[in-house]
């Protein structure tokens, strides 16, 4: 049976993301009266997992502290809706690889919110080749959890056998394999390729899928 869908993570898959996250986290931390600041290596280690836990990780805040988390939440997305893409990068081959799969599905499966990664792709003009695209509110449940894979094969009425993955994290592999789909793992990203061996494929370069892709059809 021939993919039909190809899911996509969105920061370390299809963009690099990190100087404009690392930005403004750097930016909501000072706004709120902490003394860090975070480095590159400091933010791709902590990406991944949605803003919240991004926040609560960078700055070492108490889950009881409402009041600071929401600040600075609400810092952070402020500027981040305005500098989102001021730095931010489609990885090297990455739209030539979304033309080349005019004929196929695509969708993003983010742990990101869906609005900041929808302004992302749009911004980038990456938008309009994505048939959908889900964050971690969109189903309330945020990967490594399969539901987003689930509901968004459901919409857009493709089965297992008919759709993949791809992503930089274990939080995509097991995401997927846990709704039952195969599993491609970049070695760009922010993950170390030895974090990526559950993946049933591990490519160096977005258009090594294509490929992967006429194999499986």
Do not use: W
């Not at 836990?53 to 609400?74: E, F, H, P, Q, R």
């Not at 992503?167 to 599993?183: L, M, Y």
């Amino acid at each position: 049976m021939a993919i039909e869908l190809v899911i996509f993570d969105l920061d370390g898959t299809l963009v690099d993301s990190v100087a404009d996250i690392t930005c403004s986290l750097n930016h909501a931390i000072a706004e709120i009266g902490e003394k860090k600041t975070l480095t590159l290596d400091d933010v791709k280690r902590l990406v991944g997992a949605g803003v919240e836990n991004l926040l609560v990780k960078a700055v070492g805040i108490s889950d009881n502290d409402t009041v600071k988390k929401d600040l600075l939440k609400g810092h952070f997305i402020s500027h981040y809706t305005q500098h989102i893409a001021d730095q931010s990068r489609p990885y090297n081959n990455v739209v030539e690889t979304l033309r080349t799969l005019a004929g196929v599905s695509k969708a993003v499966v983010s742990n990101k919110l869906e609005s900041l990664s929808r302004i992302l792709l749009d911004k980038l003009a990456m938008l309009q080749y994505f048939d959908a695209v889900y964050g971690f509110d969109t189903c309330g449940q945020r990967k490594p959890s399969p539901v987003p894979i689930l509901r968004l094969m459901e919409a857009l009425k493709k089965d297992i056998n008919q759709t993949i993955i791809i992503g930089d994290s274990g939080s995509d592999i097991e995401a997927g394999r846990a709704a039952g789909i195969k599993t491609v793992a970049v070695s760009y990203g922010y993950r170390a390729v030895g974090t990526l061996r559950e993946a049933h494929y591990i490519i160096d370069d977005m258009s090594e899928v294509i490929p992967i892709i006429r194999a499986l059809s």
